[in-house]
């Protein structure tokens, strides 16, 4: 095709457009290869390939320089807070004896197959309920950190607001 | 700038300044701490980051700084090699790596820095020369140059590639 | 046994007056698929792991709210084009089902999202977590008491 051969040209004198350059790549993820252009196949596929590559999770760092406000202040408030939820549900829940969980309370499939024995089904889902809960607990850390340190040590206050935190609406611009 | 602006204005740029880091270094784990270092600055001075016009290419830039300074450390203290030829690996071991490696990857990583860099901003990245320029604070023309050379090159290796995996097929038959 | 559960299941949304629902329908579609992990919790309590503080449900702390069950869909897969696909169908599941974004939380390749919606009993909590070749997808019912 001329009109390939032509675009290559540019291409290699790095003068092609921006939408030549697309031309060129639509051409080559297409299954219409004309032999003589083969060769640049793998060229093309290999730089989708590099696309591909994704950066390592970065973890953003605890407020730090909020020491002023007194870390001995911070750590009080975590572990109000830890105290008063730990005090909410000891007072509002007595303990449940785990024997009385009824076996058809879980419904477990593994691949496919449906995992019949009660105990190893309730173990397994709540492995899974339990991982997912701290995915999405640590996803928001920062969050609850920061507006942590801005309560007054009303323990009612605290909870709320960590129960508000699990809530945070954020927009994201695509 | 918040920790929710840093994630939705900075963060995403993290797949492309880690590419970078990793073109130029080549080496995973150098990559990958550098990446973490940058990442690490440019959350500690994210107020400043409100100001800048083209964060992007301000990123890129700063990625491209720290690790060409990294690379010319290593060359000075004499852990990088020497540029070696291109040799195609026979046709049994292509065969076996060509899930896992990219062997477009690995002749890119042998063209100088300036190229390797120019070419896969161009053509991975997808950017503009004039962006490319800033980054690489040269002129459209040189970075025209440049892209031009690499791609040549490139040319080159693979077809060189191609004939030695022919002559090798034909050997081994 | 899993026939039955997942017709009253279906059964109790249409008694609390519920209209389609696409999310619903896609566990039910994949819960025994070979590809799948699925779980069903009747009723998910807060007794689980006492000494445990992580695996809090905190709106079952919240004395108006009850639990009605949760629903979580596991697929671990190296095959893109089926991750792809399977996220597609979960976003138009909840679009069609007018769950709201609540959040959004990105890392690289890793991302939570979570939504919600008011139910006819209460309140129905989603979260949708993407990392490469993992994707979980949890379904929260609850009701409010008023």
Redesign the interface.
Same mark, same amino acid.
């Given at each position: 095709m001329n009109n390939i051969d032509n675009l290559l040209n540019n291409y290699f004198d790095g003068t092609a457009s921006p939408e030549e350059e697309n031309v060129l790549k639509n051409y080559f993820r297409s299954d219409n290869i004309s032999p003589q252009h083969e060769m640049y196949k793998p060229m093309f596929a290999g730089f989708d390939k590099e696309k591909q590559i994704a950066a390592p999770a970065f973890v953003i760092p605890l407020e730090r320089d909020k020491e002023k406000q007194s870390l001995s202040r911070k750590l009080w408030i975590t572990i109000a807070s830890t105290a008063a939820v730990i005090l909410l549900v000891i007072t509002l829940f007595p303990f449940k004896n785990q024997s009385e969980m009824q076996s058809d309370d879980y419904t477990v499939f593994i691949n496919g197959k449906e995992i019949t024995n009660p105990q190893k089904a309730q173990q397994y889902a709540d492995k899974m309920f339990m991982q997912a809960n701290e995915i999405i607990r640590t996803s928001y850390e920062p969050f609850v950190e920061v507006n942590a340190m801005q309560t007054e040590m009303d323990a009612d206050k605290i909870f709320d607001n960590v129960y508000r935190k699990i809530n945070y609406t954020e927009s994201e611009n695509q | 700038m918040d920790? *929710?602006q840093? *994630?939705?204005h900075i %963060?995403?740029y993290?797949?492309k %300044?880690? &590419?970078m880091a &990793?073109s130029i270094l080549k080496d995973e784990n150098r990559s990958?701490d550098a990446? *973490?270092d940058l @990442? @690490?600055r440019l959350?500690e001075k994210r107020k400043q980051l409100k100001a800048i016009e083209n964060p992007q290419a301000f990123m890129l830039t700063s990625m491209r700084n720290l690790c060409v300074d990294l690379l010319r450390k290593q060359q000075l203290n004499g852990e990088l090699p020497a540029n070696a030829e291109y040799n195609a690996p026979n046709p049994h071991q292509l065969a076996e790596q060509a899930d896992t490696v990219?062997?477009?990857?690995r002749m890119?990583d042998l063209l100088p820095e300036t190229q390797r860099t120019i070419i896969?901003m161009k053509?991975? =990245? =997808?950017m =503009?020369i004039s962006e490319i320029a800033e980054v690489m604070s040269m002129t459209e023309n040189a970075v025209?140059?440049n %892209?031009?050379r690499a &791609?040549?090159k490139?040319?080159e290796m693979? %077809?060189i590639h *191609?004939q030695q995996e022919k002559m090798l097929y034909e050997q081994y038959r | 046994m899993k026939k039955i559960l997942s017709i009253l299941f279906l059964a109790t949304l249409f008694v609390a007056g519920a209209s389609a629902q696409q999310l619903e329908k896609l566990f039910d579609k994949y819960m025994e698929d070979e590809r799948f992990n699925y779980i069903y919790q009747k009723r998910a309590s807060t007794m689980d792991r006492l000494s445990d503080m992580k695996n809090f449900d905190l709106m079952v702390l919240d004395k108006s709210t009850t639990s009605l069950g949760r629903q979580m869909l596991t697929l671990n897969s190296a095959d893109k084009s089926l991750d792809e696909s399977f996220t597609r169908e979960v976003e138009n599941a909840l679009k069609a089902d007018k769950y709201e974004q609540v959040s959004i939380v990105r890392n690289g390749k890793n991302r939570v999202d979570t939504f919600e919606k008011p139910t006819d009993k209460g309140i129905a909590k989603v979260s949708f977590i993407k990392n490469p070749g993992n994707i979980v997808i949890t379904l929260n019912l609850y009701a409010t008491k008023k």
């Open positions: - | 920790t *929710q840093f *994630q939705l %963060l995403c993290s797949d %300044l880690y &590419r &990793r990958k990446y *973490q @990442m @690490m959350w990219n062997v477009i990857s890119i896969r053509d991975v =990245e =997808e =503009e025209t140059v %892209l031009s &791609r040549k490139l040319r693979i %077809l *191609q | -």
